[in-house]
């Protein structure tokens, strides 16, 4: 049973980690680094100095390409990591980590990517289905 387009871009119930990182980390990374490979060719600048040429206050900048993928992918990021944290039973606020400076990352990377999701039905629906593009017949 494939997926639309707008099924993927907004994702909703829950998702295994396969799909997650098979249908949703790895394109949109590919994409993001496709985007900054485009503004290096194009040769809009990927470093820049903050207050002066101290190579201390190098602060990263995106170029046009990574800004306009950024923006077309933040739904599609942030549905499919709520999805993620649904399966395992957790609501949207654990997006707050995010707001955490690196250990948020961290704590987001491993709770949505590397933990096992609920085997049972949830608050937020029964399992993915293990017909789901991406999903395997047992819980991953």
């Known amino acids: 049973m494939p997926v ?11 998702i295994t980690r396969r799909t997650f990182w098979l249908h949703y980390t790895l394109p949109l990374a ?15 600048a990927d470093v820049a100095t903050a207050g002066g ?8 900048t ?8 950024a923006l077309l992918t933040v739904v599609p990021t942030v549905s499919s990591t709520v999805t993620r944290l649904h399966d395992r ?7 707050a980590w995010a707001l ?3 250990v948020g990352v961290i704590v987001l990377l491993v709770v949505t990517g590397f933990l096992r999701g609920d085997g049972g039905p949830n608050r937020y ?3 993915a289905p293990a017909g789901q593009p991406g999903s395997l017949p047992y819980r991953l």
């Open 100 to 102: 955490v400076p690196f």
């Open 125 to 127: 629906g029964p399992p």
């Open 62 to 69: 995106g170029g046009p390409f990574s800004v306009l993928i």
């Open 89 to 95: 039973g957790q609501s949207a606020w654990w997006l």
């Open 4 to 14: 639309t387009f707008g099924q993927w871009y907004l994702r909703r119930g829950r």
């Open 53 to 60: 040429s101290s190579p201390a206050l190098a602060v990263g």
């Open 30 to 44: 590919v994409l993001s680094l496709l985007a900054s490979l485009a503004d290096r060719v194009y040769g809009f």
